[in-house]
């Protein structure tokens, strides 16, 4: 039988997941970007923008914990093929979930400072899906936990 973590444990591999979010984010970003005008490729670049914020602050708490920042992915596969707006619109709220699902597990593991953070950007998360999406959601960060 496997041990089951420390709490310090569990914080590291909380925190590692939510940087693996950020990278997947990062890059659907970069999708959705190309595939978005006006003023929603504003809104992309400023998600794309606080993600990378969020994943270097991330990485630095990875390593504060001891850990070793995991990289980012050559290249992730997307849920679906973005072909135009709409799409992009919808890899956005659907990333966004995932994001916020990920800040979700961190708030349960973590405590003090980083347990704030994470909850903050749970928020985040989850305030940008219902933007993209045109509509929120009753418990954010749970929506993948069925």
């Given at each position: 039988?496997?041990?089951?973590?420390?709490?310090?444990?569990?914080?590291?591999?909380?925190?590692?997941?939510?940087?693996?979010?950020?990278?997947?984010?990062?890059?659907?970003y970069?999708?959705?970007?190309?595939?978005?005008?006006?003023?929603?490729?504003?809104?992309?670049?400023?998600?794309?923008?606080?993600?990378?914020?969020?994943?270097?602050?991330?990485?630095?708490?990875?390593?504060?914990l001891?850990?070793?920042?995991?990289?980012?992915?050559?290249?992730?596969?997307?849920?679906?093929?973005?072909?135009?707006?709409?799409?992009?619109?919808?890899?956005?709220?659907?990333?966004?979930?995932?994001?916020?699902?990920?800040?979700?597990?961190?708030?349960?593991?973590?405590?003090?400072?980083?347990?704030?953070?994470?909850?903050?950007?749970?928020?985040?998360?989850?305030?940008?899906?219902?933007?993209?999406?045109?509509?929120?959601?009753?418990?954010?960060?749970?929506?993948?936990k069925?």
């Open positions: 039988m496997k041990p089951e973590p420390s709490p310090a444990g569990r914080a590291l591999e909380a925190t590692q997941a939510a940087l693996a979010a950020e990278h997947a984010a990062a890059y659907g970069g999708v959705i970007g190309a595939r978005t005008a006006g003023p929603r490729a504003t809104e992309a670049r400023e998600a794309y923008g606080g993600h990378l914020a969020r994943r270097d602050s991330l990485a630095r708490t990875v390593r504060e001891g850990g070793a920042p995991r990289p980012a992915e050559a290249a992730y596969a997307l849920p679906f093929e973005v072909r135009g707006s709409a799409d992009a619109e919808r890899l956005a709220a659907e990333i966004e979930d995932r994001v916020a699902g990920a800040y979700s597990d961190l708030v349960r593991a973590a405590e003090g400072p980083l347990r704030r953070e994470a909850a903050d950007a749970l928020s985040a998360a989850a305030v940008r899906a219902a933007r993209w999406r045109g509509v929120g959601v009753a418990f954010p960060g749970l929506t993948e069925r």
